[in-house]
């Protein structure tokens, strides 16, 4: 069993910043040939432009089905296949509310994100991707338990949990193993400029006392895109700092 991933072909979303760039980093630092993909180019050509020839920056809306489509074909346009999918690119609730106070258009756009984008992606992927191939989605904490005022965002985590493990079971025979990474509060440009005293909170509600850097979260990614994850599939994975057995 091994880490290396020389000849594997992969793609990242939201993968111009915050985990999803340490996710390229990663992968491209073991061996791969990566697709960046991301809604803001620029970020995505900046990451790509790191490793040359073995990385190209596409613009992607994963909420858009050609989008997910296209970002598929470049890579076997590109690279001549693909092997490893990290389905990253995601949103947050904007404001907090109650279930009965969420406006349908904040609803929609975290569910076109979150979990439409996510099977958008995982349909073209899952459709050309080679024999021995692993999806892993970026899923959070929030697949596993809930929050007050974030119904829409728990809700496209806890159905990207269960479309994962739909996912695992349709593909086991193809052996293409597709897996979920439940995420803890991870210290990203998205938690910039928040309130101190409640970044301080929300490092406490882990065991470990802290928020957990992108790369611990692309380690594990890595791993899951390994072969030393052979036998893994179907699996939520909580990398949460002990979040979750509080």
Known sequence: MSYALEGKVAVVTGGGSGIGAACVRQLCALGASVVVADIVFD??????KEF?????????????????E????????????????????????????SVGDTGFEEWRRVLDVNLDG??????????RMRKGGSVVNLASV????????SSSYVASKHALVGLTKTAALDYAT????????GAGFVDTPLMAGR?????????????????????EIASVVAFLASSAASFVTGAFIPVDGGYLAR
Request: glycine share 10%; with cysteine; proline share 4%.
């Open 142 to 149: 929030m697949g596993a338990v809930a929050a007050e005022g």
């Open 195 to 215: 309130d101190p005293e409640w970044l301080a909170a929300v490092a406490a509600s882990h065991p470990l006392g802290r928020l957990a850097q992108p790369d």
């Open 70 to 97: 296209r970002m598929v074909e470049t890579a076997v346009a590109h690279f001549g296949g693909l092997d490893i999918a990290v389905n990253n690119a995601g949103v947050g609730v904007p404001v907090k509310a």
């Open 174 to 181: 193809a052996g293409i193993r597709v897996n979920a990474v």
């Open 43 to 48: 970020n995505a050509t900046l990451v790509a």
């Open 118 to 127: 996510a099977f958008f992606c995982m349909r073209a992927e899952l459709r």
């Open 52 to 68: 040359g020839d073995r990385a190209v920056a596409v613009e992607v809306d994963v909420a858009r089905v050609e989008d997910a």
